[in-house]
Nanobody, 124 residues
Framework: QVTLVDSGGGLVQAGASLRLSCVVS????????MGWFRQAPGKEREFVGG????????AYADLVKGRFTISRVNARNTVFLQMNSLKPEDTAVYYC?????????????????WGQGTQVTVSS
């Protein structure tokens, strides 16, 4: 049983930063990739970025490139999403997820395990 627990969300003003965390337990996910997704009210869940456990390779959605950074600490089974220069349009529930697909999948359906989500609200 794999469990993902994401945390770190909150209410911030535009331009601020937040760091989300995702702690994985229950299995070693060496051959997995970890993704971050977000879902705003009335919208579909969208890919934010991802990282592979093994090599640390990353990929980002165009909307967040240059502002968001994903990292991981293998020894702590933890993945981070550092979000800088936040904008009101970044407001959403953010989810971490784990996928065994080759590379970093950008489609939610390719992720087998999900965290419970953490709310990020950015005020203007």
């Amino acid at each position: 049983q794999v469990t993902l627990v994401d945390s770190g969300g909150g209410l911030v003003q535009a331009g601020a930063s937040l760091r989300l965390s995702c702690v994985v337990s229950g299995r070693t996910l060496t051959h997995y990739a970890m993704g971050w997704f977000r879902q705003a009210p009335g919208k579909e869940r969208e890919f934010v970025g991802g990282i592979t456990w093994s090599s640390g390779s990353t990929a980002y959605a165009d909307l967040v490139k240059g502002r968001f950074t994903i990292s991981r600490v293998n020894a702590r089974n933890t993945v981070f999403l550092q979000m800088n220069s936040l904008k009101p349009e970044d407001t959403a529930v953010y989810y971490c997820a784990a996928s065994r697909a080759y590379g970093i999948a950008t489609v939610a359906g390719q992720y087998a395990y999900w965290g419970q989500g953490t709310q990020v609200t950015v005020s203007s």
